[in-house]
């Protein structure tokens, strides 16, 4: 059987198999920082490569970006991207995923995730938007299903291109998010906004998380509370 539920015990016996019988002399691993910055280079000779690369993968897991909190009721992500992840986003930094198989320890729980558009190198390529429980028009009109498709087909996930509600601007997206995460204290609403899932040296957060980013020693606050900054038509870019 093949699918992401097999793929645990598909990938070692493949690539045993790859390795055994493939003409493969020796590997070489990129390990990568939260700034997506080379940060340690590994060459690995053909018979190391099975011992060595499961703690390679621990390590590299324990480099890659996160957001510092347990709990958020409303994420908002600026964008997602082919140039940004394949599924559009990281979904190991946002905790939600399109298949019940993967998670990710670290990870936060999230209610409700919104994306408010779509970067231009992804061609109308709109994979991982499904993911998202409210989407903007702005995104939707960008999108190209006969570009997105195809993503969905040969991963067998349809989920990912799954069309989440649709709102007329960011204000609407980040309304509806607030009001269907049921928090009753809207006021204490724990907002968290991205750029994307590879732009995390600086967010964005309600005031109600301000005591655990004081708290944190991997955060730190920048500046005075400010509110967002919505032009005429609602949107915040």
């Known amino acids: 059987d093949m699918g992401f539920g097999e793929m645990a015990e598909n990938i070692p016996s493949i ?7 493939g003409n493969i002399a020796f590997a070489v691993g990129l390990l990568e920082n939260a700034f ?7 060459v690995l000779k053909n018979e190391e490569i099975e011992a060595e690369e499961p703690g390679l993968l621990e390590e590299a897991k324990s480099l890659q970006p996160r957001i510092y909190f347990q709990k958020i009721d409303v994420l908002i992500i600026d964008q997602i991207g082919k140039n940004i992840a394949g599924t559009g986003f990281d979904t190991n930094v946002v905790g939600r995923f399109h298949t019940p198989y993967a998670y990710a320890e670290d990870s936060p729980e999230v209610t409700r995730m919104a994306i408010l558009d779509l970067t231009e190198q992804s061609h109308g390529n709109a994979n991982g ?11 939707y009109d960008k999108l190209i299903f006969e570009q997105t498709y195809p993503n969905s087909l040969t991963s067998t996930v349809p989920i990912s291109v799954k069309i989440p509600m649709v709102l007329d601007n960011d204000r609407q997206v980040i309304q509806a998010g607030i ?5 009753l204290d809207k ?6 906004r991205i750029k994307d899932t590879i732009s995390l040296g600086e967010i964005e957060v309600s005031q109600s998380l301000a005591g655990e980013v004081g708290r944190s020693e991997s955060m730190e606050l920048v500046g005075s509370p400010y509110e967002l900054d919505f032009d005429e038509s609602g949107n915040l870019f």
């Open 129 to 139: 938007v499904g993911i998202a429980d409210f989407t903007t028009r702005r995104l």
């Open 187 to 192: 006021h204490n609403v724990r907002l968290v």
């Open 15 to 21: 690539g045993r198999v790859a390795l055994q019988k």
């Open 179 to 183: 009001k269907t995460c049921n928090r």
């Open 36 to 42: 997506h910055e080379t940060c340690r280079i590994v």
